[in-house]
């Protein structure tokens, strides 16, 4: 059993930030790549973001230039900076990680933006 832990959801007006936290267990942070999803009532669950245990990123299109994710070696955790927020980035915002060809998720955190 993987526990991944989000914190940092909130509401905020358009064009405002927020950031997002993903606290991983030390053995998962060091291996394995981390990625940031988000769901709304109206789709899958789709990725926003990623980064590899070396720090490569991989953004979804509709993120680039806004959002960027991060990692903290000394905390096992990994960030994801939502700036210029939009309406559309409102959902439901998990941070999973695939171990032994299971999938794992957090317990999700909302994201609220305003117009």
């Known amino acids: 059993q993987v526990q991944l832990v989000e914190s940092g959801g909130g509401v905020v007006q358009a064009g405002g930030s927020l950031r997002l936290s993903c606290l991983a267990p030390?053995?998962?942070?060091?291996?394995?790549?981390i990625d940031w999803y988000r769901q709304t009532p109206e789709r899958q669950r789709d990725l926003v973001a990623s980064?590899?245990?070396?720090?490569?990123?991989t953004y979804a299109e509709g993120v680039k230039g806004r959002f960027t994710i991060s990692r903290d070696n000394a905390k096992n955790t990994v960030y994801l900076e939502m700036n210029s927020l939009k309406p559309e980035d409102t959902g439901v915002y998990y941070c999973g990680t695939v171990v032994s060809a299971l999938r794992y998720w957090g317990q999700g955190t909302q994201v609220t933006v305003s117009s």
């Open positions: 030390r053995s998962v942070f060091r291996f394995y790549d």
């Open positions: 980064i590899g245990i070396r720090g490569r990123t």
